[in-house]
């Protein structure tokens, strides 16, 4: 009961003010998420309002007040109990830092999967041609014709062309690498429509080339040169080829569904985000990829110090990393708190 009707006014007209620029903001953000502490607040406001209204309705007098005060509750009732799903707008920036790297770590299984078979089959080729130096001309595919030489001379033919590598032949050269790559990436996605044993082969078959063309410069005392070469673009192309083969294995999971009660066309509809947002990742990687192997990685010494070739290719590498681990990570730490709320909650009160 309210005994001094404009002292109560005066009171509770900050908390309501307060209420009504919450609302307001969320309704000009489109229903962006809000911190545990805000979403606190907010429904304490809210519950105060709502009280304030609830003794409002005993007076005959300020019918402005309790209809704006109406007004106030019925929106902030509709905030705390909405169902529909919101419609955000899309923002590449948050999309980059914070939806692939967030993707990728959900789906992180796939990816240490992916390349842990590519492990394997590396390790296959560099046994293979280390005990059978005739195994290089059998397993390699044409178009790596110009690896099947001795890597000495082919060093030594790089580093002699080194200064005649044209603009134009750079530019094909990096547009023929990103399609290249990019269409094995796709056809690593695919293949999971074959429950994941296209995807299995492809990373495999892959894996023994790697392997076998490292032995071979390896045993030929080549380290170095072979370093500089694959560094500045293998550390982005190869990592964006096995999650291309990730988005494979979670497409050949969800068609298994091994354990999951759901049916096919809910188990597709619910990774399909997920797909779409890895194959993009991996587009934006291999198109970098191409870019740097056509203008940095051809370029050998005496023009280009390898040194610098493998510095290049180690910050690529770390800032990788700390993309795909940490980007992201403050929204998820974020969300799970919101999550546990209600729980920590009640466990306080019991």
Same mark, same amino acid.
């Given at each position: 009961?309210?005994?001094?009707?404009?002292?109560?006014?005066?009171?509770?007209r900050?908390?309501?003010?307060?209420?009504?620029?919450?609302?307001?903001?969320l309704?000009?953000?489109?229903g962006?998420?809000?911190?545990?502490?805000?979403?606190?607040?907010?429904?304490?406001?809210?519950?105060?309002?709502a009280?304030?209204?609830?003794?409002?309705n005993?007076?005959?007098?300020?019918?402005?007040?309790?209809?704006?005060?109406?007004?106030?509750?019925?929106?902030?009732?509709?905030e705390?109990?909405?169902?529909?799903?919101?419609?955000?707008?899309?923002?590449?920036?948050?999309?980059l830092?914070?939806t692939?790297?967030?993707?990728?770590?959900?789906r992180?299984r796939?990816?240490?999967?992916? !390349?842990?078979?590519?492990?394997?089959?590396?390790?296959?080729?560099?046994?293979?041609?280390?005990?059978?130096?005739?195994?290089k001309?059998?397993?390699?595919?044409?178009?790596?014709?110009?690896?099947?030489?001795?890597?000495?001379?082919?060093?030594?033919?790089?580093?002699?062309?080194?200064?005649?590598?044209?603009?134009?032949?750079?530019?094909?050269?990096?547009?023929?690498?990103?399609?290249?790559?990019?269409?094995?990436?796709?056809?690593a996605?695919?293949?999971?429509?074959?429950?994941?044993?296209?995807?299995?082969?492809?990373?495999?078959?892959?894996?023994?080339? !790697?392997?076998?063309?490292?032995?071979?410069?390896?045993?030929?005392?080549?380290?170095?040169?072979? !370093?500089?070469?694959?560094?500045?673009?293998g550390?982005?192309?190869?990592?964006?080829?096995?999650?291309?083969?990730?988005?494979?294995?979670v497409?050949a999971?969800?068609?298994?569904?091994?354990?999951?009660?759901?049916?096919?066309?809910?188990r597709?509809r619910?990774?399909?985000?997920?797909?779409?947002?890895?194959?993009?990742?991996?587009?934006?990687?291999?198109?970098?990829?191409g870019?740097?192997?056509?203008?940095?990685?051809?370029?050998?010494?005496?023009? !280009?110090?390898?040194?610098v070739?493998?510095?290049?290719g180690?910050?690529?590498?770390?800032?990788?990393?700390?993309?795909?681990?940490?980007?992201?990570?403050?929204?998820?730490?974020?969300e799970?708190?919101?999550?546990?709320?209600?729980?920590?909650?009640?466990?306080?009160?019991?």
């Amino acid at each position: 009961m309210i005994i001094d009707l404009q002292r109560f006014l005066a009171a509770e007209r900050p908390f309501w003010i307060e209420l009504e620029k919450l609302l307001d903001g969320l309704e000009t953000t489109g229903g962006a998420v809000m911190q545990f502490e805000q979403a606190r607040r907010f429904h304490y406001l809210y519950e105060r309002a709502a009280a304030g209204l609830a003794k409002l309705n005993t007076f005959s007098s300020e019918p402005e007040t309790r209809r704006y005060l109406e007004s106030l509750v019925a929106r902030a009732y509709g905030e705390i109990n909405e169902t529909r799903e919101r419609q955000h707008r899309f923002s590449p920036w948050h999309w980059l830092f914070q939806t692939l790297p967030q993707t990728f770590r959900r789906r992180i299984r796939a990816f240490w999967l992916a !390349l842990g078979i590519t492990m394997a089959g590396a390790l296959f080729g560099g046994f293979a041609v280390a005990f059978d130096p005739e195994a290089k001309a059998a397993i390699l595919p044409e178009m790596f014709a110009n690896h099947m030489g001795d890597p000495a001379e082919r060093v030594a033919k790089e580093e002699k062309d080194a200064k005649g590598h044209s603009a134009e032949r750079m530019t094909s050269f990096s547009a023929q690498l990103m399609v290249n790559n990019i269409s094995v990436s796709i056809r690593a996605l695919a293949f999971g429509v074959t429950y994941g044993i296209g995807t299995i082969i492809l990373l495999f078959y892959n894996g023994i080339i !790697l392997g076998l063309v490292t032995a071979d410069y390896v045993m030929a005392g080549q380290t170095v040169f072979l !370093l500089g070469w694959l560094l500045p673009h293998g550390v982005i192309e190869l990592p964006a080829i096995f999650i291309g083969a990730q988005a494979g294995l979670v497409l050949a999971g969800a068609l298994v569904g091994w354990g999951r009660r759901e049916t096919l066309r809910a188990r597709l509809r619910a990774v399909a985000p997920d797909l779409m947002t890895l194959i993009c990742g991996v587009a934006l990687m291999l198109v970098w990829a191409g870019i740097v192997e056509a203008f940095f990685s051809q370029f050998h010494a005496p023009v !280009l110090p390898y040194s610098v070739k493998i510095t290049f290719g180690c910050i690529e590498l770390m800032a990788l990393i700390f993309f795909l681990s940490r980007c992201g990570r403050a929204e998820e730490e974020q969300e799970k708190a919101t999550a546990a709320a209600p729980l920590l909650e009640a466990k306080a009160r019991s």
